[in-house]
Nanobody, 126 residues
Framework: QVRLVESGGGSVQTGGTLKLSCEAS????????FGWFRRGPGMGREGVAV???????TYAAFAKGRFTISRHNVKPLLYLEMNSLKPEDTFMYYC????????????????????WGQGTQVTVSS
């Protein structure tokens, strides 16, 4: 079992910066994929960025060049630094983790993640 708690959301103006944090607890040593997703009203979850246990990161097209995913070197913490924010980045952002040892050969952003946090709201005003 893995428990995830996000923090760092808030309201910013267009062009602003936010850094989200996700603290994992439980069987964190088993995490194979660790990532950020987002969802708005009436839509499904959308992958933002994920990082695997080898440190390889994958970004959605909209996130490349603006967002950076990273992990703490020692503690079970995941970050998402978001720069040049736009109103269309206004969503609830969720941290997710997966511990399945089965190799995933598809798009890392499409990998099913079994564990989810409660989400943190990001609002960008124009």
């Amino acid at each position: 079992q893995v428990r995830l708690v996000e923090s760092g959301g808030g309201s910013v103006q267009t062009g602003g910066t936010l850094k989200l944090s996700c603290e994992a607890s439980g069987d964190t040593y088993r995490i194979q994929s660790f990532g950020w997703f987002r969802r708005g009203p009436g839509m499904g979850r959308e992958g933002v960025a994920v990082i695997d246990r080898d440190g390889v990161s994958t970004y959605a097209a909209f996130a490349k060049g603006r967002f950076t995913i990273s992990r703490h070197n020692v503690k079970p913490l995941l970050y998402l630094e978001m720069n040049s924010l736009k109103p269309e980045d206004t969503f609830m952002y969720y941290c997710a983790a997966d511990i399945s040892p089965v190799k995933w050969d598809g798009d890392p952003l499409q990998r099913p993640h079994a564990y989810w946090g409660q989400g943190t709201q990001v609002t960008v005003s124009s």
